[in-house]
């Protein structure tokens, strides 16, 4: 594994602890909404799960960028991308349902259609390196 995988890996992995302890604010919500709506208990839920599963995906995309020939952006862009995107639409989802009584998101919406837009370019670039190596 290469030292850039290595430690990104220790970031996502120490990252997945921030997401374990932000699923006690889900619990929260469960047994108490404190306020909140439908809309706002449904894009916690869909934060949180886009958190834990793109970088449990970010881990996966390590070893294999290790098994291509990408360098410089393009390297660091399969690398990178699945991680940032792991920030950007569970962050989207987050601040777009922030404020009291929402009932739709506001238009911070457009960072889960920024990270989504990362997230296929990085799986696109790595996919590409994949076929070609």
Request: proline share 3%; hydrophobic share 55%.
């Amino acid at each position: 594994m290469s030292d850039e995988s290595r430690i990104l890996a220790g970031i996502l992995f120490l990252s997945l602890v921030t997401v374990e302890t932000g699923g006690l604010y889900l619990v929260k919500l469960w047994k108490d909404a404190a306020g909140a709506t439908p809309f706002q208990i449904g894009f916690a839920r869909a934060g949180h799960a886009h958190a834990g599963v793109l970088l449990v995906l970010g881990l996966l995309v390590q070893l294999y960028v290790d098994q291509t020939d990408l360098s410089g952006a393009f390297g660091w862009l399969a690398r990178s991308g699945v991680p940032v995107a792991a920030i950007l639409m569970p962050g989207g989802f987050f601040v777009a349902s922030a404020g009291k009584g929402l009932t739709r998101p506001n238009r911070f919406i457009a960072l889960v259609y920024a990270g989504g837009l990362v997230l296929a370019v990085s799986l696109t670039t790595l996919g590409v390196g994949l076929l070609v190596a």
